[in-house]
C-alpha cells in the first residue's frame, strides 16, 4: 500500500518558491529568452551575442548580469574575452516546452 503525501511534504519550501518565481521574472524579458535562445545552441562571447541579436553591448552585458544572478547562464574567460553558455539544461527544456506550447495554441 502506497503513502500518502502530507501537505508538508507537497509544499513548495519558501526558498524554493522565492527562487523560482524570480526565475520566472527574470525569463519574462523577450530580450533574455533571445540571449538563452542563442547559448542553448553554442557557447558565445559578448560581441557574437551582441551582433547576432543586434543589440547594443551594454544592453547585452546587463541581460547577462541578470541571467548569472539566478544561475541561468555561466562564464569563462579566455585571455580578454568571457564566453558565455547556459548553466542548466532543465531551463532550456522548459524554454522548449514553452515555446512548442505557445506555437501548438
Do not use: C, W
Not at 11 to 24: D, G, M, P
Request: no cysteine; net charge neutral; charged share 30%.
Amino acid at each position: 500500500m502506497m503513502e500518502k503525501n502530507t501537505p508538508e511534504q507537497t509544499e513548495i519550501e519558501k526558498e524554493v518558491l522565492s527562487r523560482v518565481a524570480q526565475t520566472f521574472k527574470i525569463l519574462g524579458d523577450p530580450t533574455r529568452i533571445r540571449i538563452l535562445n542563442l547559448l542553448s545552441k553554442e557557447e558565445l562571447s559578448v560581441n557574437e551575442i551582441v551582433d547576432r541579436l543586434g543589440l547594443k553591448q551594454s544592453n547585452v552585458s546587463h541581460q547577462l548580469k541578470a541571467l548569472r544572478n539566478v544561475q541561468l547562464v555561466k562564464y569563462r574567460r579566455e585571455g580578454t574575452t568571457v564566453y558565455y553558455s547556459y548553466d542548466d539544461e532543465h531551463v532550456i527544456n522548459t524554454l522548449e516546452q514553452m515555446v512548442n506550447h505557445v506555437r501548438h495554441s
